[in-house]
């Protein structure tokens, strides 16, 4: 086994490849640095990883978690209130209404979203009923800047923002000079569909980006939080022949068995994850191993990361753990 594969072996039981984690407590708003007191200035992410107390990581918050069953298996979205309050609400109305159960995945285009929602939502004869939720809202593309809201930020610049880094776990970029706060599209990142009018969406239709970052999106649709589970459910679905990755026929979409709160589900029957938090020194740590890799197959160390480079740790809990 390869050096490269011996590490990925060691990361793929604790590392998902989506954004992941909500972090708490109220942290510096500066750049990340190694840490020789803490012995991670030459540190690999795996020997970060290794060496994390329990208190570096916090559990899934059920409530603010959703359940999408496919035939294939469990996808898991963290969700953000702290950025999307209402339509977050909305969705798990929609949710626990049973809304999506037995409507479809309807389209997959390449390096770009999957989305899923009602077949025959153009038609109002046949358009599933909405029973305690709104079908639109008015858009939450951006939130005030809260400096009291926890915020790791990047030390490398971005081109789409003036900052960016964590809250709470999520990609977040921020603009001090215009006092607004918003979240970043990538791998994994769940949004709101909606028309050209900037509140025809509300959370009936949901996407989530399986491919490339496409951070022009930033600001134009509300994002209601990211998959932390089971992204790959998603992302080998065979692609839709038509534009923009549309299914041609009825037969070709893929069922959605159910979506649920977490909270919803009886205990035994949840999948316990815990996410590594962005407000500790581990996750700085992190950051410096990703942005000058320490591996032994890097030969050229980059000293820079992007907001959508920087992995976020998700692990399954021990039973001694949930006790």
């Excluded at 990581?57 to 309050?85: H, M, S």
């Excluded at 809201?149 to 776990?169: H, I, K, N, Q």
């Excluded at 006092?179 to 989530?208: C, I, K, P, Q």
């Excluded at 930033?218 to 299914?247: A, C, Q, W």
């Amino acid at each position: 086994m390869t050096a490269s594969r011996r590490l990925h072996s060691i990361l793929s039981s604790v590392i998902a490849l989506a954004f992941v984690s909500l972090g708490s407590g109220c942290m510096s708003t500066t750049a990340p640095t190694s840490s020789a007191t803490t012995g991670t200035n030459a540190s690999t992410m795996a020997q970060i990883l290794a060496a994390t107390n329990p208190s570096d990581w916090q559990p899934l918050d059920p409530e603010n978690a959703l359940y999408l069953e496919l035939a294939t298996g469990r996808v898991i979205i963290q969700l953000a209130p702290a950025f999307a309050p209402r339509h977050v609400a909305n969705v798990k109305a929609l949710a626990r209404d049973h809304y999506f159960d037995g409507l479809a995945i309807l389209r997959v285009q390449d390096n770009y979203v999957v989305q899923w929602g009602d077949p025959n939502a153009e038609n109002p004869a046949l358009a599933r009923k909405i029973q305690h939720a709104a079908r639109t809202l008015p858009p939450e593309f951006d939130r005030a800047l809260d400096p009291k809201m926890p915020f790791t930020r990047l030390p490398d610049g971005d081109v789409y923002a003036p900052e960016v880094g964590f809250s709470g776990g999520l990609p977040v970029a921020r603009d001090p000079r215009s006092g607004r706060m918003w979240l970043v599209h990538g791998y994994g990142m769940v949004g709101s569909g909606r028309d050209n009018a900037a509140d025809s969406g509300g959370g009936t239709e949901l996407f989530a980006v399986i491919g490339h970052a496409p951070r022009h999106l930033d600001r134009n649709d509300t994002l209601i939080g990211r998959i932390v589970h089971g992204i790959e459910l998603l992302s080998v679905l065979p692609r839709g022949p038509k534009p923009m990755g549309f299914y041609e026929n009825p037969e070709q979409r893929v069922p959605i068995r159910s979506l649920r709160v977490a909270s919803d589900v009886p205990e035994s029957e949840r999948t316990p994850l815990e996410l590594l938090r962005t407000d500790t020194d581990a996750f700085r740590a992190l950051i410096e191993s990703r942005r000058t890799r320490r591996e032994d197959w890097f030969h050229y160390r980059a000293g820079r990361i992007e907001i959508n480079n920087v992995p976020l740790p998700v692990r399954e809990q021990t039973s001694a753990q949930r006790e």
